[in-house]
């Protein structure tokens, strides 16, 4: 859930795919200051390096205007997406070749964790500048790109048309507010297979809190894990990661829960 930086704002109504080429990160690079920083994934011995946005300040100031009133949340390295990233090269086996989808990609952790697995995988974000470094970085890291498709999440549209719905749904950190709740709740009816994986990894948010009590209550199971760090910033320490492993239980229905 992020908002775009450039002078061009997203049309909700009208969402694209836009895989960011070599001309966008060159437009990137001489407009927005980045700074390159190591990310180790905590347990696994794995290490990335990657671009980042080093003025928060004029990210900030860039989406004064938006509509949506989305912060730039995608310009930090989150324990969140850290956690979800070290997740996945624990288990290689759960994305390798499936068809997997990133909710809100940000600078794409998670993704070169995904990619590096084999897995085939689709990102989305409301901000083009993530979109461009998470093409940037999954190059740098994996040697692979994701499809990108900028699009808000909250309302989809016909982004997704002919590609929903997918084996396995990667999300870190996108529940903020209470707003995004019932959105994600609705997306999932869509994006995630019958059978498939929500792989979510969450720090305790309320908003998170309150959708994770709906899932359950629509009948899906929870299989979670926790991660302490250490985490890039300082200022992350004491910071409790839950990564859910979220399925549907097969013997109930969702418009039953109580079944």
């Not at 990310?39 to 990335?48: E, H, R």
Request: with cysteine.
């Amino acid at each position: 859930m992020s908002i775009t930086t450039s002078n061009a704002q997203v049309d909700p109504s009208e969402p694209h795919e836009a895989t960011p080429s070599a001309r966008d990160w060159a437009e990137l690079s001489n407009r927005v200051a980045l700074q390159e920083v190591d990310v180790s994934l905590p347990g696994s011995g794995v290490a990335y390096t990657i671009w980042k946005p080093d003025d928060m300040d004029r990210l900030l100031d860039a989406v004064q205007n938006d509509p949506e009133q989305n912060l730039p949340y995608w310009a930090e390295v989150w324990p969140s997406g850290v956690a979800l990233a070290a997740e996945i090269v624990a288990e290689p086996g759960v994305l390798a070749g499936s068809r997997v989808f990133e909710i809100g990609s940000g600078i794409g952790i998670t993704a070169i964790a995904a990619l590096a697995t084999g897995a085939d995988l689709t990102v989305a974000d409301y901000a083009d500048d993530a979109l461009t470094l998470c093409s940037e970085n999954t190059r740098r890291n994996a040697g692979r790109q994701p499809v990108a498709i900028q699009c808000n999440w909250r309302e989809p549209g016909s982004a997704l048309g002919g590609l929903a719905p997918f084996p396995v749904v990667l999300a870190a950190d996108v529940l903020y507010e209470s707003r995004d709740v019932e959105p994600l709740l609705s997306l999932l009816d869509t994006l995630v297979a019958a059978d498939g994986l929500l792989w979510l990894a969450e720090p305790g948010r309320a908003a998170a809190k309150r959708f994770l009590a709906l899932l359950l209550e629509r009948s899906w199971v929870d299989q979670s894990t926790t991660h302490d760090g250490p985490w890039l910033d300082p200022e992350d320490a004491g910071t409790i990661v839950t990564v859910h492993q979220l399925r549907r239980d097969a013997g109930v229905s969702d418009s039953n829960p109580s079944s």
